[in-house]
T-cell receptor
Framework: GQQVMQIPQYQHVQEGEDFTTYCNSS?????IQWYKQRPGGHPVFLIQ?????EVKKQKRLTFQFGEAKKNSSLHITATQTTDVGTYFC??????????FGTGTRLTVIP | GAGVSQSPSNKVTEKGKDVELRCDPI?????LYWYRQSLGQGLEFLIY????????KSGLPSDRFSAERTGGSVSTLTIQRTQQEDSAVYLC??????????????FGPGTRLTVL
């Protein structure tokens, strides 16, 4: 069945360091979405990638979709304490369901 | 309200009791999802409703779990004969086809269920 894995599961960084989380799907995706869940909160949509090799930026966040549309990454430059939370990717295969990744929990040490 | 709402926000119950969790999606959203999130874990898909189509129940962990969506709006997730392993946050999300640029899911605040 459809599986979306994320690595690492946890990441601790010093404030100002960069952070990257990787998402891998067992099948080709039609698109991929990224969500952020703050501690104690609920997931909030960040971005959607559709095209093979697509790269999108939101301030310090850079999102990439792999050429084969089976993997994606989220890179945060110069992390801040406000970046703390769990980042989930969610892949879509053409059906209406989104398959959420296992998530990467980011801790930023001030 | 403008967002997805869920009630109750917290529910403590005794093992063996039945519970009902409610989700009010964003008005006009045709798709509704239920997820379960155990402490510090990812999102576990439970069930998906899309308009008048038969729901996708492939994620329900056992026959103790069921969900309804009446009138294409409010949804109720029912857990019968609760077990301690059912303790988790139950999240509801809705999505509206064509209502936003990305057709993303909008999550409610969740119901924290504790089974003693």
């Amino acid at each position: 069945g459809q599986q979306v894995m994320q690595i690492p599961q946890y990441q601790h960084v010093q404030e100002g360091e960069d952070f990257t989380t990787y998402c891998n799907s067992s099948t080709t995706l039609s698109n991929i979405q990224w969500y952020k869940q703050r501690p104690g909160g609920h997931p909030v949509f960040l971005i959607q990638l559709v095209k093979s090799g697509e790269v999108k930026k939101q301030k310090r966040l850079t999102f990439q979709f792999g050429e084969a549309k089976k993997n994606s990454s989220l890179h945060i430059t110069a992390t801040q304490t406000t970046d703390v939370g769990t980042y989930f990717c969610a892949g879509k295969t053409g059906a209406n369901n989104l398959f959420f990744g296992t998530g990467t929990r980011l801790t930023v040490i001030p | 309200g403008a967002g997805v709402s869920q009630s109750p926000s917290n529910k403590v119950t005794e093992k063996g009791k039945d519970v009902e969790l409610r989700c009010d999606p964003i008005s006009g959203h045709t798709a509704l999802y239920w997820y379960r999130q155990s402490l510090g874990q990812g999102l576990e898909f439970l069930i998906y409703f899309q308009g008048n189509s038969a729901p996708d129940k492939s994620g329900l962990p056992s026959d103790r779990f069921s969900a309804e969506r009446t009138g294409g709006s409010v949804s109720t997730l029912t857990i019968q004969r609760t077990q301690q392993e059912d303790s988790a946050v139950y999240l509801c999300a809705s999505r509206g086809t064509g209502t936003t640029l990305y057709n993303e899911q909008f999550f409610g605040p969740g119901t924290r269920l504790t089974v003693l």
